[in-house]
């Protein structure tokens, strides 16, 4: 059974920045994409970023230009680079590694807190 360890989230005040870090517990393939995913209190989870094994990426409108999602292709991590932080963005953030045969790693959540 695969893990993702997720690290990084905290609190943090509006306008500041916090890097996420999902590395697998042990050895796998390369995921065909990584993803970062939130959930805050009565939301649905909503997507956040995505990047493809060749690296292109996709974020949500509502964290275009502040957040950036990278990898480490050789560790099997990935990064979360959230800056500009708004109180809107307090959520519990998973992520998620996606396989070529289809199957899905979540990481158990960061809890991330932005106070105004």
């Known amino acids: 059974q695969v893990q993702l360890v997720e690290s990084g989230g905290g609190l943090v005040q509006a306008g500041g920045s916090l890097r996420l870090s999902c590395a697998a517990s042990?050895?796998?393939?390369?995921?065909?994409?990584m993803g970062w995913y939130r959930q805050a209190p009565g939301n649905e989870r909503e997507l956040v970023a995505t990047?493809?094994?060749?690296?292109?990426?996709n974020y949500a409108d509502s964290v275009k230009g502040r957040f950036t999602i990278s990898r480490d292709t050789v560790k099997n991590t990935a990064y979360l680079q959230m800056n500009s932080l708004k109180p809107e963005d307090t959520a519990i953030y998973y992520c998620?590694?996606?396989?070529?045969?289809?199957?899905?790693?979540w990481g158990q959540g960061t809890q991330v807190t932005v106070s105004s």
């Open positions: 990047i493809t094994r060749g690296g292109i990426t």
């Open positions: 998620n590694f996606r396989m070529y045969s289809g199957n899905d790693y």
């Open positions: 042990r050895s796998i393939l390369w995921p065909n994409s």
